[in-house]
């Protein structure tokens, strides 16, 4: 038995799930993931979608980013980068295909 308190024999750092350098672009926050997909599903933010666009906002997509940051801790730090790359590919296209403010307006001539 060692002196030394739990807190200095057991190191978070050390576990072979979170080997290799990863960059802040590559990393999925479940705890920032979670307060999107709770915000969204909270009665003001529903509302607001409706009164804005005439229908209830569907949250799934929040739900699947939470599913994907969660499986995150699983994963060798390769397969995390390609995943998170292929998210943020996926999420790019979804935000140019979607109406934005620019489709609403007209210009004046």
């Known amino acids: 038995m060692t002196d030394k308190p739990v807190s200095e024999t ?7 799930v979170n080997s290799g350098p990863i960059s802040q672009e590559d990393m999925c926050k479940a705890s ?17 979608n409706y009164y804005r666009y005439g229908e209830k906002r ?3 997509k929040h739900w699947s980013k939470l599913r994907l940051c969660m499986g995150m801790k699983l994963r060798s730090s390769e397969s995390r980068k390609e995943i998170m790359r292929e998210h943020r590919e996926k999420e790019d296209i979804e935000r140019n295909t979607l109406p934005n403010v ?8």
């Open 10 to 16: 057991v190191s978070w750092d050390d576990a072979p």
């Open 32 to 48: 920032q993931a979670f307060d999107q997909w709770f915000a969204c599903l909270t009665v003001g933010k529903q509302l607001s």
């Open 58 to 60: 569907g949250c799934g």
């Open 102 to 109: 620019l489709d609403v307006w007209t210009k004046r001539t």
